[in-house]
Nanobody, 114 residues
Framework: QVQLVESGGGLVQPGGSLRLSCAAS????????MTWYREVPGNERERVAT???????LLIEAVKGRFTISRDDAKNMVYLQMNSLKPEDTAVYYC????????WGQGTHVIVSS
């Protein structure tokens, strides 16, 4: 069974940085395309950053140049380094496969505010 555990969120001032982590189990991780999603109340959950098994990244335009997604296949971990954070990055962040499995984790809250 897929299990996804996100961590690393918090309160940060605009311009600050955070590093999110996701521990994945129950999947063939090294072959999986992994994605960070975010959700703001009232909006649909959106894909933010994707890392392929080749380690190639795919980022939405809104975070290009600020966010970096990476993976450690030896540890079954996915990371999201978020720099130059903006208030509009405030959301609950989740990780899942690109083709999301129904077993979502609890997410990690990111609040960007002065």
């Amino acid at each position: 069974q897929v299990q996804l555990v996100e961590s690393g969120g918090g309160l940060v001032q605009p311009g600050g940085s955070l590093r999110l982590s996701c521990a994945a189990s129950g999947i063939d991780f090294s072959r999986s395309t992994m994605t960070w999603y975010r959700e703001v109340p009232g909006n649909e959950r959106e894909r933010v950053a994707t890392v392929f098994s080749s380690h190639r990244q795919l980022l939405i335009e809104a975070v290009k140049g600020r966010f970096t997604i990476s993976r450690d296949d030896a540890k079954n971990m996915v990371y999201l380094q978020m720099n130059s954070l903006k208030p509009e990055d405030t959301a609950v962040y989740y990780c899942n496969l690109y083709l999301a499995r129904p077993n979502w984790g609890q997410g990690t809250h990111v609040i960007v505010s002065s």
